[in-house]
Nanobody, 117 residues
């Protein structure tokens, strides 16, 4: 079971940190987002044991995914936010490090991020 939190309203250029608490350990955790009228897209993923991190090109250099093993929590630090980052963000857990949503078998409820211009 995954519980995402940390979304909110922020001005362009601002920062937010999303959290995703997992009830158990999994191989990989990912963040996806879905803007109104658009398909869900990959944002970032991390191997729980470390060593493999991937980002979609549009967030490289601005977003950082990390994990806290003791808390079973994955974070997405989002800096230099842009209006086009506005979306509902979902965390997901799965058995492989992947950019495809179908590779993940457990999903959080989503947290809304709104970036105003």
């Amino acid at each position: 079971q995954l519980q995402a939190s940390g979304g909110g309203l922020v001005q362009a250029g601002g920062s937010l940190r999303l959290s995703c608490a997992a009830s158990g350990r999994t191989y990989a955790m990912g963040w996806f987002r879905q803007a109104p009228g658009k398909e869900r897209e990959f944002v970032a993923t991390i191997k729980w044991s470390g060593g493999s991190i991937y980002y979609t090109d549009s967030v490289k250099g601005r977003f950082t995914i990390s994990r806290d093993n003791a808390k079973n929590t994955v974070y997405l630090q989002m800096n230099s936010l842009k209006p086009e980052d506005t979306a509902t963000y979902y965390c997901a857990a799965g058995p492989v490090v992947a950019t495809r949503s179908l590779s993940y078998d457990s999903w959080g409820q989503g947290t809304l991020v709104t970036v105003s211009s």
